[in-house]
Structures are given as C-alpha cells and as structure tokens.
C-alpha cells in the first residue's frame, strides 16, 4: 500500500485546480501528465483541437500555473500541444489499432 507524504497531497490538489481551470476556460482541451523536467514539480500536457489558438492556451495555462505557484509554492510546468486531426474513414477499435 502506497502513501502520500503531505508535500505529495498538495502538489495533487494543486495538479487537480490547474486541471479544473483549464478546463473551465478550454472545454475541448484533454491533459495528461508527463514526466517532470528537471526543476518542475509537475508537468501537464494540455492537447487543443485543431484550429484552436495555442498562443492563447498557451498564455492562459501559464497565468494559472503562475497563480497556483503563489498560493501552493509548486511551480507545475504546462506544454500545449495541438491534437492530430483524426484520419477520416478509419474506424479504430480502441485497442491500438485499426478495426
């Protein structure tokens, strides 16, 4: 069984508001984590939809994560990314490859 240290629970809660912001400004953007850079205590992929502006997803991740790092100490690094366009007349079977 797994436990989480004090400075574990924080850095989730904190991971969870700057989720919960994201989304509320960006409904259609996904995140997922990934591995940590080197002086981050966290890193979050933020994938957009084509045509969405990622300057301004962009700008907006940083001014929560900014406003996270004031009020929790943990810097949590955001990399947006636009989605791939999903291949039109290809079925997938979710299992990781093509029905």
């Known amino acids: ?24 400004d ?12 080197a002086d981050e205590a966290f890193t979050l992929e ?6 969405m502006d990622r ?8 001014r929560h994560a900014l406003a996270i790092e004031d009020q929790c100490g943990f810097f949590i690094l955001t990399r947006v990314k636009v989605a791939e366009p999903v291949a039109r007349g290809r079925r997938h079977s ?4 093509p029905a």
């Open 26 to 37: 960006f409904p259609m953007a996904s995140t997922r984590p990934l591995a940590p850079y």
């Open 94 to 97: 979710g299992l990781g490859r």
């Open 46 to 51: 933020v994938r957009i939809p084509v045509g």
């Open 55 to 62: 300057e301004t997803v962009r700008d907006a991740c940083l």
């Open 1 to 24: 069984m797994s436990v989480m240290t004090q400075p574990d629970k924080r850095l989730a809660e904190a991971v969870a508001v700057l989720v919960e912001a994201i989304h509320h």
